[in-house]
């Protein structure tokens, strides 16, 4: 399989302290999988999910502005705007 990506991941498990914040709602997730330009997250239902959100990731002052790319069952794909 060739690599298209424009950076490579590297596969993590953050704990679901994770949130996924968008219109006054939170969601929680994982990182399943981060690099710079983007992540795979798993959530539980991604459904109610928007195209643009912001990641928080409190244990890392992280607050990242994203935008969904691709949707598979419990995972989504983003990149950081």
């Known amino acids: 399989m060739v690599e298209t990506r424009a950076a490579p991941r590297h596969r993590v498990m953050k704990p679901a302290k994770m949130k996924i914040e968008f219109g006054?709602?939170?969601r929680d997730c994982v990182i399943r999988d981060l690099s710079i330009?983007?992540?795979?997250?798993e959530v539980m239902d991604q459904a109610s999910i928007p195209k643009h959100f912001n990641l928080v990731v409190p244990e890392d002052n992280l607050k990242l502005p994203c935008a969904i790319v691709w949707r598979r069952g419990f995972r989504i794909g983003v990149t950081f705007d």
């Open 24 to 26: 006054g709602y939170k």
């Open 37 to 41: 330009t983007g992540a795979a997250l």
